[in-house]
């Protein structure tokens, strides 16, 4: 007797030996293949910072992608479970920007086209912000000219957003202020020389970074 692969159901399976008969009964059920691969845990995610942890399934049956849910627990605050809205055939995400130091625990849902499922609990943790720092690269702002619209940026790094810039020493060129968000420089300058000053950044965390640049106003 040959079984399909695909066969499901019963048989009854029957042997004579020197006039004794015996049956048994043979039942065959389908498994499924479906499951979730991607490890726990999921990589850190940083407080301010983007994160995209991406989860996957293989080997589903039936047509059409995966179907995606959350069935407990929770992730991270201001990190979202992505579900179907990736649109791809076998992945979704856990994205989105860490609020928060913490460490959660949520298990999803898989399930095929054929009505399989499959399911996995994943940890993920939230590392604090990196620290905040002004990432211009350099002490020097471009050179202003007298009666020219000027504008000069100041970019910060780490920390978490949203930032708020100031002067906080020294002296700008007369026309020209700090913008606070975003941090820049602008204005136009009235009067030629070369001006030191100092700027400090604040992020949302509580942390400060400042800098000390110098811009040259020409005639």
Known sequence: MTISPSAVGTATISATYN?????????????????????????????????????EACCGQGSGPIRWSLVNGTVP??????????????????????????????TVRARDGAGNTATKTFTLTVD??????????????RDGNVGVAYQASLFPGGGTPPYS???????????????????RVLGTPTTAGTYTFTVRVNDSGGQTASQQFTIRILP
């Not at 201001?78 to 625990?105: E, H, M």
């Not at 810039?165 to 941090?183: N, Y």
Request: aromatic fraction near 4%; hydrophobic fraction near 40%.
């Open 19 to 55: 006039g004794v008969t015996r049956s048994a009964v043979l039942t065959v059920t389908s498994q499924s293949l479906l499951r979730i691969t991607t490890n726990s845990p999921l990589p850190n995610a940083r407080v301010g910072a983007n994160y995209a942890g991406f989860i």
């Open 128 to 141: 604090p912000a990196s620290p905040l720092v002004i990432t211009n690269g350099t002490d020097q702002l």
């Open 77 to 106: 605050d201001g990190l979202r479970f992505a579900g179907n809205d990736l649109k791809l055939s076998q992945t979704t995400a856990v994205t989105g920007v860490a609020t928060r130091v913490q460490t959660t625990t949520f």
């Open 165 to 183: 810039w100031s002067r906080i020493a020294g002296t700008l060129p007369p026309g020209l202020s700090v913008q606070a968000s975003p941090g």
